[in-house]
């Protein structure tokens, strides 16, 4: 898996949180273009699907340069939501008290475009779909928004890590306590290779 891609399979929050990974100059931002974005929502279309249909349809369309493309002002959105929820989620893992701003950022979100279940017929029942109005970047911060609420008030969030790699600040939670990496084929392979070769390196030290 290469470096400049964003992790995914964790929680949709994780996820977004995930999106600015340490490098040996800092921070790196793999959502800084809004055709970054436009990958990203592609990514996660169906996990933003569970609920959230028309951030989902963006997400599948913006692949495929259909439909409405994110700008620098959805950019700008998606940033001050993630923003937000990396506060909250680093206060959980340093124990401490959540920021009060990063609390109210992320209710604001929400208030800013909530989801609406819009009913319809499907031939045989009646259907309720979660839809938003408003512009795209608008609805999808509320989306990531509502995400970050939900993990953030799961008891799972208890589990909350911080991968152990030297130089990660992935965060993930863990199916297994014994789980210590953000990623095996990244996190895990680099620390393997590492003992690997500091075994061998002390087994051919010259003895006196």
Known sequence: MSESEPLTGE???LDLVNTRP?????RVDLLGTPRQLS???ALEADRLGEGHAEEAEEGRAAEGDAGEEPGAGELVAVHAVRGYTEAV???LLDAVEPPAAALRGLTEAQRAAPAVRELGWDGT???AVPRRTGPLGVRVAAALAEAAVELLTDPAIGRLKECEADGCVMVFLPAHPRRRWCSPARCGNRARVARYYQRHSVAREPRC
């Open 11 to 13: 929680a949709l929050a």
């Open 22 to 26: 340490l490098s040996g100059d800092g």
């Open 39 to 41: 990958r990203w929502l």
């Open 89 to 91: 989620v680093r206060a």
């Open 125 to 127: 029942a009646v259907t």
